[in-house]
């Protein structure tokens, strides 16, 4: 059995080990990365049992990716190997043009992941588990992943399995019209929803976070979170509201701090645990994984977790 099923692109990072803009960058680290893999690996380390749904290519590429997964304890028998294709690879370029800021540059049009379709989507694997979790980034690949996504949450919405969904909306991927035909609907069979500002402005055409947070929550999600970078996060059930500062840490590289932050907050609500205690440990998983280069390096235990919170509060921390 599983707790929580996803799908999704992996990539193959190359993450600059310099900063300034990649034609003067000679040595790059290599690291597998995706969000929902993130997610997913996020949410293993916190001791859930993770299934992902993908496809990766019949190279070394695509053994990389698969042996990252597997290794870090999720389920890959929904992982198909495609002959016929490339992986998705992308670069990371640090501190340049706005210092403090990462800038992605993308080489994933065709990829194996694109090609996902219906036919990848088991209806008995996601049925087993308590939770689907979808980011707006997989329908934005192609016209078949998004017949799949739909696919996908038509089965868990029909089988009563929770459904948390993270707008993260890459317009390089698509348009706003399309993002936005597309997301609204999709958002209507969600549970659990985060999103940021700049998404819910181009759905709603709103970024106050309580006004994003009704508009949602009249659609039918249960909680709503609301990630506001540097500045938090808050979030909202039809009769709580929580807001929760973020935490100043040495920032290496910021890429994979959101899907660090869904990790903690929903592995937080699965285990009944306060909205505000959540949002602390959400929070707190997003600030630990911005200390290193690599989307899920630095994804925390309940353990790291537990030390990271007690240093910010001054207690005593034993270390082994």
Same mark, same amino acid.
């Given at each position: ?111 194996? /992941?694109? %090609?996902?379709? $219906?036919? #990848? @989507? ?6 087993? *588990?308590?939770? !689907? ?112 500062? /973020?935490? %100043?840490?040495? $920032?290496? #590289? @910021? ?6 932050? *869904?990790?903690? !907050? ?55």
């Amino acid at each position: 059995m599983l707790d929580i099923v996803t799908m999704g692109e992996v990539m193959v990072q190359f993450n600059a080990c310099t900063n300034g803009p990649l034609r003067h960058v000679v040595y790059f680290e290599k690291h597998a990365a995706g969000a929902e893999a993130n997610f997913a690996i996020g949410m293993s380390r916190l001791g859930f049992k993770a299934g992902f749904i993908t496809r990766v290519s019949n190279d070394e590429f695509g053994r990389y990716i698969l042996n990252s997964l597997r290794s870090e304890g999720l389920d890959v028998s929904r992982v198909k190997i495609d002959p016929e294709t490339r992986n998705g690879i992308y670069f990371i370029q640090r501190n340049y043009p706005i210092p403090g800021r990462s800038s992605v540059i993308y080489y994933r049009k065709g990829s194996a /992941a694109s %090609k996902m379709s $219906v036919n #990848d @989507v088991d209806p008995d694997y996601i049925k087993q *588990a308590k939770l !689907f979790h979808l980011t707006g980034i997989t329908p934005a690949l192609s016209k078949s992943c998004r017949e799949a996504c739909l696919k996908a949450l038509e089965i868990a919405s029909q089988s009563d399995i929770q459904i948390s969904i993270d707008t993260n909306i890459r317009l390089s991927l698509w348009s706003r019209e399309e993002a936005k035909e597309t997301l609204i609907p999709m958002l209507r069979k969600a549970n659990i929803v985060l999103i940021e500002p700049q998404d819910a402005e181009i759905l709603f055409g709103k970024t106050e976070p309580k006004e994003v947070a009704d508009e949602i929550l009249s659609m039918g999600a249960e909680t709503v979170a609301v990630k506001l970078g540097v500045e938090g996060a808050v979030a909202y059930t039809r009769s709580e509201e929580a807001r929760k500062p /973020a935490y %100043k840490v040495p $920032v290496v #590289d @910021v890429i994979g701090a959101g899907d660090a932050f *869904a990790a903690g !907050f929903i592995s937080s609500l699965m285990l009944g645990k306060p909205l505000e205690n959540a949002l602390e440990i959400g929070n707190a998983a997003g600030a630990l994984v911005v200390t290193v280069r690599g989307d899920f390096e630095n994804m925390p235990s309940w353990e790291d977790l537990k030390k990271f919170l007690a240093a910010q509060r001054r207690e005593t921390v034993r270390l082994r």
